[in-house]
């Protein structure tokens, strides 16, 4: 979603959703897995104000391959083949363009779509211009704008002057070519509009499987959604993103929501529902090893400076109207984050530490930290409430990995698959010699600290229990951990010492750092007068401010926890004074308590909210001010002024982006089969999967592990239960009663072709393992025509493996459980996400 709106988060929040007339759900199952974010959904299916035509309430669309407790509430459940999502939303996109249906005052001067492509821009047989089969890679620099020179010279002539009177250098600026009349043949319009015109409703029934009939069903409702005066939502999960097309699948819907000008309205947005309470959170402060905190890029090889870093890391400047937020303040964040890190050491002599910080040369994410291990190139690994083993892919080939390593170290509540990997059944615990760590930490439950939701609502909680046992809290196991290694480079000595040495540890026990004094330190102070700093525009590059992570900048101020804060419910007219369940004083949401990101999209150029019954914010002309939500935008800045910023602040266009060179897999999202797939591609059957997907186990020189559909001729996709919480609720008894053994589901058409009954056990296999559990005969899943050939699909959850309650009381101790043994050890382009919902097997009784 950042390369198409500036912020990859949640758009809106779960509160929001009862605003919308429209729900579609792709890649996800909220009423199991998100049951209490559900209610929402219900509440505006049951307001009489909301739904398509007249109202009489919300309708409710559920594309999924599975009947479940979401379809069952839902006006429409569409089946659909996993990992088929850009046909649907690329039919949906080609619908609302040739009926003429978008919302085109949003459209044209809220997107990119007047912006001019640089000729040499192609797309032919499933690839785009610039592609290097060698590489297996692309070079998005050729997806640029066409340069606007004399706009560009104006634009570079400011900046000059800024600079010559003492400013920074700020980021790249490169103004381009626009054609408000989107007419010109290559501004973003038209390409779109040629991309997408091949996906038509029979196109996507041939790749998808839904009918061309539902199809157009769907589609009738959709059309309506680009009115002023209705507002749609796209609700997704996981399933969604677990894919080789992860991103681009994704981007599809955005792009959709974008067309019918649903982006920064209350009841509209991209809306992911995270799969632990604390995702959004974790990724906000750079889990991901490719991120600094607040989404800076980690720097990369040749940066010799901040200069360097800010010039290729933040947004280019590509309007003149465009305020370019991030882009301009990009050096003022780091700066900020490298005094908060290093203290006095940190100075302008030394580019504030800038070379204390890592510059990765390849690529670190956690299946190619598996992937160095199984090259023998990884003497240990710390795993942190992260169970390896199980959540693969190839779970098999995890433990081979793990099982070439020196020492792993698991830090966890519980034993995990992974800290047990060694004594697996059928494993000789002799012929490994992995020295394996176990090291107790303290469960959420025994801690206090902040989770921050899918909405990006901080909301800070208390803890329950003491720690039990000898369990510590992981931020003390690591922070005891940096104390005696920064004590064995004081006493020995060490190659680059500088950044151990001066990493500030300002704790009252700085072995035994407090989360509130973590949370203090995210938010960030002004040095000068050592106070907290209550918002991120305060933060400067002058080494004068401190920020953990920009974007939590004002969370907790010097007026204290704004994290703690619970105005609620129980005085609905005072706490959400605009009615539209912003509530305000509840928590706080990043950035600056926002609750519905990009809201100056809310209202039309002139301020006034496109609906009137649903404002995000407004401009009042009395007050010279916005008023409504928290403005993604200057809170006084009139939108009649020539000089008023685009509304997407983020973008160094000022807009939207339909058409982004920000990922590596294509401007334009395009339908790419999965790396094992049953048919070949409709569209361009020559470039069938994604051309720039990573292959492990090819470049390594690994043999081969991709199944074909002659000997795994089923559809496999993966996913939870509402009764478990992914691994650990194993060793809950009252979870285990309610679930108390793996099984897969069946299609009946299949099951009664294979003779499998309900409670059969059943081996399921792929080219990498298989899967011995009880099968599930059921309605809930069924074929899809595609390709010219009836597809089943087979639904297995992933709770279970060789630890835990349930494996204790198995006979064969839990072997055969692991569900990612079956999945393929590949990863998606842009962030190297497995492909956990769609890959091939076959299925036999036992």
Known sequence: MAATFGRGAMTNHWRDIKNADLILINGANPAEAHPVGFQWFVRAKLDPKRGPGTGGGAKIVHVDPRFTRTSALADIHARIRVGTDVAYFGALINY?????????????HYTNASFIVKDGYAFHDGLFNSYDASKRAYDPTTWAYETDEAATAAAKQ????AVAAGQAPGPRINIARRDMALQHPRCVYQLLKQHYAR???????????????????????????????????????????????????????????????NIGRPGGGMNAERGHANIQGNTDHAISWDILPGYLRIPAPGQKNLTDYVTQSAPAKTDANAWNYFGTNYRKFMVSLLKGWFGDAATAANEFAFDFIPKPGSNSSWMSIYDQALKGK?????????????????????????????????MDALPTTSSEFWRRPDADPKTIQTEVFMIPTTHWIEKDGSFVNSGRWSQWKDQVLPPQGEARHDHWILAELFQRVRQLYQQKGGKFPAPIMALTMNYKDPRKPELDGLAQEVNGSDLTTRQRLDSFAKLKDDGTTTAGDWIYTGSYPESGNLMKRRAGTQDVQKNDPT????????????????????NRASADVNGRPWDRSRPGIAWDEAQQKWVGDVPDYPPTMDPKSPKAWGPFIMTGEGTARLFSNSMIDGPLPEHYEPIEAPIPNPLHPNQSASPVAFLYDKAAGRENRFGTVADYPYVATSYRLTEHEHYVTQHVPLLVGLQPQPFVEVPEELASQKGIKSGDRVRVSSKRGKLEVAAIV?????????GGKRVFQIGIPIHWGFVGLAAERDPGKGANWLANALTPFVGDANARTPEFKAFLVNIEKV
């Open 778 to 786: 059921t309605k809930r899943l069924g074929g899809v025509d595609v």
């Open 158 to 161: 400011v900046e000059a002057q």
């Open 579 to 598: 009615g539209m369940g912003f509530f305000p004083g509840w928590a706080w949401s990043w950035p600056l308590n926002r609750r519905v990101m990009y």
């Open 199 to 261: 996906y038509t409703p029979e196109m996507q029934a041939t790749i998808t499987g839904i009918p061309t009939e539902q199809f157009l069903e769907i589609a009738k409702l959709v059309g309506e959604m680009g009115r002023p005066d209705k507002v749609m939502t796209i609700v997704y999960a996981v399933g969604l993103t677990h894919h080789t097309t992860g991103g681009q699948l994704i981007r599809s819907g955005a792009l959709l929501q974008l067309l019918l000008g």
């Open 378 to 410: 990884m003497q240990g690994v710390i795993l942190s409430g992260m169970t390896a083993t199980s959540i693969g892919p190839d779970s098999n080939q995890v433990l081979q990995a793990l099982g070439n390593l020196k020492w792993l170290a698991v």
């Open 96 to 108: 609302v363009v040739q009926h003429n249906l978008i919302h085109r005052e949003y459209v044209q």
